[in-house]
C-alpha cells in the first residue's frame, strides 16, 4: 500500500543517514541493510518507489535480501533487486509472478489510457525483472502469458538467478 510504502522508505533513508543522495564517501564501512521480505504483494507504483529507494542506498551500503513465507506480484522484484551475492530466500518459501493488473473502470477512453499505462508498468517490471535474474525478458513475458498465478519454490527461484542462496 502507498502507507506501508512510504514507511519503508523512511526506513530506508533513515538507514541511510537520512539523506537522498550522499556526495561523500562513509568513513567506514556500513553494515549492510537486511530487508526481510513476505508479502502477497500489491501496488507496482508503490514498488518501483520502494526500488527506487533501495537503488539510491545502495551507493552507500549493501542491501541483504531475504524472502520468506509467500513472496508474491510486486514483493518479487524487490527481493530479486537486493546485492548481487546478499539475495536470499527461505528453503520453504513459495514465489508467485503473474501479470499487473488493475481496478479500472470508468468512460472507455479512461480504460483505454489506463490500459497503455498497465502496459507501460508491466513492460518496466518484466525489464528489472530481466536485470536483476538469469532470464531474459521474453521468458518472463511467457511466464505472465500464462494468465494464472505461477508459483515457484526455493530451488526453482534460485536457478531462475532471482535470489543467490537458500536459506
Known amino acids: 500500500t502507498e502507507e506501508s510504502a512510504q514507511q519503508i522508505v523512511l526506513m530506508l533513508l533513515a538507514l541511510n543517514g537520512g539523506k537522498i543522495l550522499h556526495d561523500d564517501a562513509p568513513e567506514e564501512e556500513l553494515d549492510d541493510v537486511e530487508f526481510f521480505i513476505s508479502s502477497a504483494g500489491g501496488s507496482v507504483s508503490e514498488m518501483f518507489t520502494i526500488y527506487d529507494v533501495m ?83 521474453g521468458e518472463i513475458f511467457n511466464i505472465f502469458s500464462k494468465n494464472t498465478d505461477e508459483y515457484f519454490s526455493a530451488e526453482e527461484v534460485l536457478e531462475m538467478g532471482l535470489v543467490d542462496k537458500i536459506i
Request: proline share 4%.
Open 55 to 137: 537503488r539510491l542506498v545502495e551507493e552507500r551500503r549493501d542491501i541483504a535480501t531475504f524472502g520468506y513465507g509467500k513472496i508474491a506480484s510486486a514483493a518479487v522484484p524487490l527481493l530479486a533487486s537486493g546485492t548481487k551475492g546478499k539475495r536470499h530466500i527461505a528453503r520453504h518459501a513459495r514465489l508467485m509472478l503473474h501479470h499487473c493488473s488493475s481496478n479500472v473502470s470508468g468512460p472507455h477512453p479512461n480504460v483505454r489510457a489506463n490500459f497503455q499505462e498497465l502496459k507501460k508498468v508491466e513492460d518496466m517490471m518484466v525489464s528489472l525483472l530481466a536485470q536483476h535474474s538469469n532470464l531474459s525478458a
